[in-house]
């Protein structure tokens, strides 16, 4: 059965499980393209790229991104808690991506000094809900479902930069950054483009039935769905404590 629900062309099985990728590919690529269509119609992102940051919001912004980043290397561990011991290729990219992912975190902590915008206590602030949603969300997909379907969230994170171009161009023409103070996006830019590359490599490997592709992609659309929703919340709360309207 493919994705659809319909029979899966007969053939060898290395070509029935090439076939089963490329369709998830298509129809990930497909999901992802459209939420983040949803996002551009929302608040946050209306308001970012015609009026650009003001220093409130993006500090709030950037701590989401650093509650969740720094759990991001623990729970890509945890999910080898689930995979069989005989699968090398997938251990192998779990604990490889879970040490290069391990304190980028601190990246954002050095971002926000430079600029002026970190308090000291402000990174023990407790997450928004939806950041709090997300890290926990993804601790229970890698420790209840393990490996394969947790590379839904890495698909679309891993190549997310091609989608938020106009949210860090606002950000650094209306406040004025540069390179030294986004160091967070610019490692990640430059790393990004091989680890995309290797989570199809590891979905092509890993997915070999419908259902694997049906839990790959529901935890992209949902992970995605929570970030989305932590931008959101970001600017409400920023709204709020400017005591004006959004």
Excluded at 14 to 28: G, H, I, M, N
Aim: glycine residues 6%.
């Amino acid at each position: 059965m493919n994705l659809a629900g319909a029979p899966v062309s007969s053939g060898s099985g290395d070509e029935r499980s090439e076939a089963l990728s490329e369709e998830l590919f298509q129809r990930l690529d497909e999901s992802v393209a459209r939420l983040w269509a949803d996002a551009k119609r929302c608040p946050f992102w209306r308001h970012v790229v015609s009026k650009g940051f003001d220093p409130d919001l993006y500090r709030l912004v950037m701590l989401q991104i650093f509650h969740y980043t720094r759990h991001n290397a623990i729970n890509q561990a945890a999910a080898a808690f689930r995979a069989s011991p005989d699968d090398r290729p997938l251990l192998r990219f779990v604990y490889n991506h879970a040490r290069e992912e391990l304190g980028h975190e601190r990246l954002i902590v050095h971002d926000l000094r430079s600029i002026g915008l970190l308090r000291r206590e402000a990174i023990e602030d407790a997450p928004l809900p939806a950041t709090d949603a997300l890290i926990h969300y993804l601790y229970g997909v890698a420790l209840r479902e393990g490996a394969v379907p947790r590379l839904g969230y890495s698909y679309w994170a891993e190549s997310v930069y091609q989608h938020i171009g106009p949210l860090l161009l606002a950000a650094r023409d209306s406040l004025a950054l540069t390179r030294d103070n986004m160091t967070f996006f610019s490692v990640h830019a430059e790393i990004d483009i091989r680890h995309a590359e290797e989570v199809k490599t590891a979905i092509r490997r890993a997915v070999k039935t419908p259902q694997q592709a049906a839990n790959v992609h529901r935890v992209a659309v949902t992970s995605l769905w929570l970030t989305i929703q932590l931008l959101e919340q970001a600017f409400q709360s920023s709204g709020e404590r400017r005591g004006g309207c959004l």
